[in-house]
């Protein structure tokens, strides 16, 4: 059951943004919770990479900017794994452009991959200028909680646990995952 059948306040609030879709590696198949998500909230958008087999930071997060200007509306990004990445890189880099108008105002970095994996640390070292929640898993084979704590606390994140739910996708046996909806309903409760 989603949150739009149990709260009558979360589609006018999800409805005030534009919201992203930004998978990880092999982007998200039809049972994660990204997809169902998406199912559930026809107006989400995917953000969709050339190559979902190569992590190539620079050109993943060149393509979220991509995305990102064409529309101008607030945008809410829910990231999953190297989407988070991408994510925490194209801040630093809108961030640097200086732009008057900033198009992001909140994240949701569910089971980031570890920059220190991918060798892209000093990249995504990056205080976010926007609300954002980091939820990580006490056994996610990408990244341990406590490095997921860590980087939450370089990013300016708050962080949330979800308890032993692996890598946090299909295989997780989450479903529609209503406890990550209403953490983004509380992220965005930060930014009202």
Aim: hydrophobic share 45%.
């Amino acid at each position: 059951m989603s949150l739009s059948s149990q709260t009558s306040s979360a589609p006018a609030r999800l409805a005030d943004f534009r919201v992203l879709v930004a998978p990880g590696l092999s982007d998200s198949g039809a049972e994660h919770w990204q997809s169902r998500w998406q199912r559930l909230y026809p107006g989400f958008e995917r953000v969709r990479q050339d190559d979902w087999e190569s992590p190539d930071l620079p050109r993943w997060s060149q393509r979220l900017g991509e995305v990102l200007a064409q529309d101008g509306r607030p945008t809410v990004i829910v990231a999953h794994s190297f989407g988070c990445l991408a994510t925490v890189h194209r801040a630093a880099a809108l961030q640097a452009e200086g732009g008057s108008a900033y198009p992001i105002v909140a994240a949701l970095l569910v089971a980031p991959a570890d920059p220190v994996k991918f060798g892209v640390s000093a990249a995504v070292r990056h205080k976010l200028p926007f609300a954002a929640r980091v939820i990580g898993s006490d056994n996610d084979p990408w990244m341990s909680a406590e490095r997921a704590r860590h980087w939450a606390e370089a990013w300016g994140a708050d962080f949330r646990s979800v308890g032993a739910h692996g890598h946090i996708n299909a295989e997780s046996g989450l479903g529609d995952w209503t406890q990550g909806q209403q953490w983004l309903l509380e992220l965005l409760d930060q930014i009202a």
